[in-house]
């Protein structure tokens, strides 16, 4: 079953497409960047044939179409893995999904040189 819904988050709301397999056994949420996005036709043939392997998939835009006009955030690592936080505890609220180990496809982010204040 594929179906198209919107993930709501405290600030925003995510559009994503969940495909989850009757005897799905697990869950793979894929977190793609750079411009990449759910509709996506590389990430979809991935996520189908996940889906042949009885793998449950949540293909979901990190980002709102107008933050993702904005360059700089495709690559704004603490916003989009606070996100992905956020999809993965969505995702473990939902009756059919809780069950499942979930597991992270990420495609199409390049390497990128931060640096990160500790806070002590």
Known sequence: ?????????????????????ADANGLVIFAHGSGSSRLSPRNNFVAAVLNRQHLATLLVDLLTPPEDEVYENRFDILLLSKRLIKVTEWALTQTSLQQLPVGYFGARTPPLSFQLKPRF
Do not use: F
């Not at 594929?2 to 397999?21: G, H, Y």
């Open 1 to 21: 079953m594929k179906k198209e819904i919107d993930i709501q988050l405290n600030e925003v709301t995510l559009k994503a497409n969940l495909s989850q397999p």
